[in-house]
């Protein structure tokens, strides 16, 4: 059983604004007859298959600066070895390592999981689902803590296994004492309670994330009469500082300072969108389903953007490697632009088009300097603005951090016995000192288990290494441990039906490498604000700039990003939220 769209709209949604704003923008231009969306990432994307949905009859252009879709959903596709076996049939063995968006939760995910049905994306044969479990280690591995998720053994090929129920801590070589062993075991009911408390108060401005939590997991000891577990303050802030503090950390819009300065309601809707936290109930059977994608996330964009591109119902085109600056024209629409360097080489169509609307698509910077763009208004100083003040103050004070993502086999990354290492793989950071770390957090998937490799024989034998995906690594990587992408030909060569593989032809070597560079927005109170606000400037410039992307609405997760290309293209058309349900 799924939840409702209004309920998955989450903390962030602005449902009860969204008419008035639509009626307003949809008598400042009537009926448009085209729109540019500038970004080819997921957002992007997902504005044009909402105004296709929505039977938007005019011409929707896509303009992606790289000569591939996907941006934050990035996937490598790596050789692991070679299968000799077989009578001069050498295979390299292939899989896939999700570099950004690595998984989603189909039970909340309501947008994305219709648009798939929608498109025949099959959920069952792309998305399976994965080994939730956890580790937690200091990062001289002296303390590590270990805790199982509630399901195992999916594996693939896809071969239905019982639900393993066991949840709590395994122990590992030093284990918690039992105190701990109970907090950590209900802690899905402390962060359904502090999310409620949360929810209460509409807190945009907590007070310190410190006193919020101590607070809602008395509140939480209280009400189900466990007043006689001797909870001590020490083992508070055991928990806090070896489980709460570590994942919110770990979470790609952390504020590279520390977790305490992460908004409690951020860390909230991510728990309950990407974990089903506060809005599951499993009496009702209604449980997280965490999925990831079997050929990668890209793979389902890639997908997404062939529908978009394809149906002959839909006037959608996809200019990829456009990098867009836009201007008002005298027509009172909007002149998209062309930056790329090689774009004077290019058809007139390639180099600058015209139309009634633009939804930006992407990051608060990139916004800013495609709407700000310093080459257009040094060329022509007469240049029509399309950036109001308020807008600009807004897009230049979102927080933007750069996380680094290696697919790679160098397992010193992770405590030195395999036993404690778990899908998702996690360092205790101490708040004072930053033992070296490159970088705010890190994180290493284990993609044998995250992809359960372990349970497919033939991924888990001949050898194979384990191999890894991790973020923002405390160590350097030696470059000879970093994965290869597969290269075209080779994929051409084996003559495979599907998966991803379209983006990968250099020959730069270190283009080979499977690693990326993510710039993401960083979760703030003041961004929260931005976003309770930003209705209010959809359709600025006279009803032609909206703004959708990551930065948005809540943390930016996939399904965050479809709902507000959903509230956009409502805005955009003047329909009103109950037109759809
Ligand atoms: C490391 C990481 C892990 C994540 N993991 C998950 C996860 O597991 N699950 C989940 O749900 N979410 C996850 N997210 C969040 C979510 O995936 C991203 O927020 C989302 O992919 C962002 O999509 P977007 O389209 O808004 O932005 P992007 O994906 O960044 O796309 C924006 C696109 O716009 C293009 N662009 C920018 N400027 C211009 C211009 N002037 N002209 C043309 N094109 C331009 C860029 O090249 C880019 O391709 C993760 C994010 C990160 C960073």
């Known amino acids: 059983m799924g939840i409702s769209r209004r309920k998955a709209l989450g903390i962030f949604g602005g449902g009860a604004v969204l008419a008035a704003t639509a009626s307003r923008t949809a008598q400042a231009r009537d009926k448009p007859n085209s729109v540019a969306i500038i970004g080819g990432g997921i957002s992007g994307l997902s504005v044009a298959y909402n105004l296709v949905r929505c039977g938007f009859k005019g011409k929707i252009t896509v303009v992606e600066k790289s000569p591939t879709l996907g941006g934050n959903a990035a996937t490598a596709e ?24 690595n998984d989603v939760n189909l039970q909340s995910y309501v947008r994305l999981k219709e648009a798939m049905d929608y498109i025949h994306y099959s959920t069952d044969k792309y998305l399976r689902p994965l080994e939730d479990t956890v580790t937690h280690f200091t990062p001289d591995f002296k303390e590590i803590w270990t805790k199982d998720g509630y399901l195992t053994g999916q594996a693939e090929p896809y071969t239905e296994k019982p639900i393993d129920d066991r949840r709590g801590v395994v122990d590992t070589r030093h284990s918690l004492h039992i105190e701990d062993a109970q907090l950590a075991d209900d802690e899905r009911s402390f962060m359904l309670i502090a999310a409620d408390d949360f929810n209460r108060k509409n807190h945009f401005k907590p007070p310190e994330w410190w006193d919020l939590t101590v607070a809602a997991y008395v509140e939480f000891f209280k009400k189900y009469r466990l007043s006689k577990t001797k909870i001590s303050s020490e ?48 009496k009702n059977g209604t449980e997280p389903d965490r999925r990831y ?37 005298s027509k009172h629409g909007v002149s998209v632009i062309n930056l790329s360097e090689n774009s004077s080489a290019l058809d007139a169509r390639y180099r600058t088009f015209d139309v009634d609307q633009v939804v ?74 930053r033992h070296g770390l490159q970088s705010g957090y890190q994180m290493t998937y284990v993609q044998n288990r995250h992809r ?49 593989g379209r983006k990968l032809n250099a020959d730069d070597p270190e283009a080979q490498l499977a690693k990326a560079t993510f710039r993401h927005t960083v979760m703030t109170s003041r961004l929260l604000e931005i976003q309770q606000d930003l209705h209010n400037h959809q359709g600025m410039a006279d009803g032609r700039v909206f703004f959708a992307g990551c930065w948005t609405n809540g943390a930016g997760l996939h ?12 805005v955009m058309l003047g329909k009103s939220a109950s037109d759809r349900s």
């Open 78 to 101: 790596v050789i692991l070895g070679t299968d000799f076996r077989g009578a001069g049939d050498i295979q390299p063995f292939v899989r896939f390592a999700d570099l950004g968006v």
């Open 235 to 282: 083992n508070l802030k055991r928990l806090v500082r070896l489980f709460l503090y570590p994942r919110i950390s770990a979470m790609y819009f952390a504020d590279d300072s520390g977790p305490q300065n992460m908004p409690m309601l951020g860390v909230m809707s991510y728990y309950s969108l990407q974990e089903g936290i506060g809005i599951t109930d499993p």
């Open 293 to 329: 994608f079997t050929h990668g996330s890209q793979h389902w964009i890639e997908e997404l953007a062939r529908w978009l591109e394809t149906n002959d119902e839909n006037q959608v085109e996809i200019l990829r490697g456009f990098e867009a600056a836009l201007t008002g024209n």
């Open 360 to 433: 930006m698509a992407g990051h608060a910077d990139h916004q800013l300097h495609a709407l700000k763009p310093e080459a257009i208004t040094k060329r022509d100083s007469t240049a029509d603005p399309l950036l109001s003040t308020t807008m600009e103050q807004y897009l230049s004070s979102v927080q933007h951090s750069e996380s680094q993502a290696y697919a790679h086999t160098w397992n010193r990354l992770l405590p030195p016995d395999p036993g404690s290492w778990r899908t998702y793989n996690v360092t205790i950071r101490d708040q004072k000192q």
């Open 452 to 500: 359960n490799d372990r349970q497919n024989k033939t991924y888990n034998q001949y050898a194979l290494p384990v191999y890894f995906v991790s973020l923002n690594p405390q160590e350097k990587i030696p470059d000879e441990y970093i994965l290869r992408r597969t290269q075209k030909d080779k994929i051409q060569a084996l003559k495979r039906q599907e998966g991803y």
């Open 559 to 570: 399904e965050e990003c479809f709902a507000q290309a959903e509230h956009v293209v409502d």
